[in-house]
């Protein structure tokens, strides 16, 4: 998966939050807040090969079977994209 904007990932106040740096302050409508476990996957996207990878890492982490952690997976990335935020 690639990352098309640039984006840090801050924790305040126990909250994530995704903040868009450089050109992406432009085409980006404000922050993100991230769930712990949204803010985790986004974590694994540089050595995320492709979904069923980062199914086997939430598995790992979490108390999840894998069907569940899919769908969470599934619907994260489509957000993400829906915000042309990865391809």
């Not at 939430?58 to 990865?86: G, K, M, P, Q, W």
Request: without cysteine.
């Amino acid at each position: 998966m690639k990352i098309n904007k640039k984006m840090i990932l801050r924790e305040v106040a126990g909250e994530y939050i995704l903040v868009p740096v450089g050109t992406s302050v432009i085409s980006t409508n404000g922050l993100f807040m991230l769930t712990e476990t949204a803010a985790f996957i986004w974590k694994l996207f540089p050595d995320a090969e492709n979904e069923e990878y980062i199914v086997k890492k939430i598995t790992e982490e979490y108390d999840v079977d894998a069907e569940e952690a899919r769908t969470d997976v599934r619907n994260f990335l489509s957000f993400l994209r829906s915000h042309e935020i990865i391809d």
